[in-house]
T-cell receptor, first 111, second 113 residues
């Protein structure tokens, strides 16, 4: 199967920027995604980027994609305590309608 | 527009029993996928249905099965439960033929004792 990797933990101070990194394996993926999971909840689609783009900005969220290195990052500007959650990156190769998720990065925002 | 609805929210079963979980997708969505989430293995794909047909299946034993009805609602069944089946089971729906964006329900937390 695919191997999508993320660091497990990230801790930032409220008001700082957070950067969550991800490496993926399948260059055929048309889209790459970021999901957020709060305790006891399902996954919420935060944003996604088309594979022929380098960057996408959506309010406080900026997604950067480096296709050559198969590296995806999510930057959260002005991080708030409500951003504390687990963040998953995901890829969806062009076959099988199956998503491959990373291990998740637990973001803790310190007031 | 209502989101993806999963029932029940919590289940406690004992080894050897079977369980059925239900998922109602977002109105108009025709694809339903199921994922298992555990602390050790993360999110793993179980299967995906579109128009009542299973299009893809993950690497799970035959004890795990599913189906989709004509109204796009889906059920998954796990027979002969094992302790290792304890997990959060997540259902996700997507609009159509190609699964471009997945929208998840809150999940069913299954505990096997």
């Amino acid at each position: 199967g695919e191997d999508v990797e993320q660091s497990l933990f990230l801790s930032v101070r409220e008001g700082d920027s957070s950067v969550i990194n991800c490496t993926y394996t399948d260059s055929s993926s048309t889209y790459l995604y970021w999901y957020k999971q709060e305790p006891g909840a399902g996954l919420q689609l935060l944003t996604y980027i088309f594979s022929n783009m380098d960057m996408k900005q959506d309010q406080r969220l900026t997604v950067l994609l480096n296709k050559k290195d198969k590296h995806l990052s999510l930057r959260i500007a002005d991080t708030q305590t409500g951003d504390s959650a687990i963040y998953f990156c995901a890829e969806s190769p062009n076959t099988g309608n199956q998503f491959y998720f990373g291990t998740g990065t637990s973001l803790t925002v310190i007031p | 527009k209502a989101g993806v609805t999963q029932t029940p929210r919590y289940l406690i079963k004992t080894r050897g029993q079977q369980v059925t979980l239900s998922c109602s997708p977002i109105s108009g969505h025709r694809s339903v996928s199921w994922y298992q989430q555990t602390p050790g293995q993360g999110l793993q794909f179980l299967f995906e249905y579109f128009s009542e047909t299973q299009r893809n299946k993950g690497n799970f034993p035959g004890r795990f099965s599913g189906r989709q009805f004509s109204n796009s609602r889906s059920e998954m069944n796990v027979s002969t439960l094992e302790l290792g089946d304890s997990a959060l089971y997540l259902c996700a729906s997507s609009l159509g033929i190609s699964v471009e964006k997945l929208f998840f329900g809150s999940g069913t937390q299954l505990s096997v004792l």
